[in-house]
Nanobody
Framework: QAQLVESGGGLVQAGGSLRLSCAAS????????MGWFRQAPGKEREFIAAISWTGDITAYADSVKGRFTISRDNAKNTLSLQMNSLKPEDTAVYYC???????????????????WGQGTQVTVSS
């Protein structure tokens, strides 16, 4: 299993930007696709974005498409999420996750991921 540690969360005003990072260890990073999820209080965990093991194929939830960008650096074992034009409804705990395979099949389903980070809080004020 991969060990994942998120960083970069914080408090930002609406319209601002944040960049989340996820450091991976314990498995060959390029062996699996990666994803970002978020969970707001009282809500279910929500798929945000995913990226293939090569980094050339990405997928996004409609709620963040055009505002968020997922990327990875396999040489540095790092996954990133650039978040622009943030809205108060983006407030949540953000989690990175390692998929159980290289493909993007089923990327929006939490059960397709075998390893999760501890999460980082993002708060967007209005």
């Amino acid at each position: 299993q991969a060990q994942l540690v998120e960083s970069g969360g914080g408090l930002v005003q609406a319209g601002g930007s944040l960049r989340l990072s996820c450091a991976a260890s314990g498995r060959t990073f390029s062996d699996y696709a990666m994803g970002w999820f978020r969970q707001a209080p009282g809500k279910e965990r929500e798929f945000i974005a995913a990226i293939s093991w090569t980094g050339d194929i990405t997928a996004y939830a409609d709620s963040v498409k055009g505002r968020f960008t997922i990327s990875r650096d396999n040489a540095k074992n790092t996954l990133s999420l650039q978040m622009n034009s943030l809205k108060p409804e983006d407030t949540a705990v953000y989690y990175c996750a390692a998929k159980t395979s290289k493909t993007l099949v089923g990327v929006s389903t939490a059960s397709a991921y075998g390893s999760w980070g501890q999460g980082t809080q993002v708060t967007v004020s209005s």
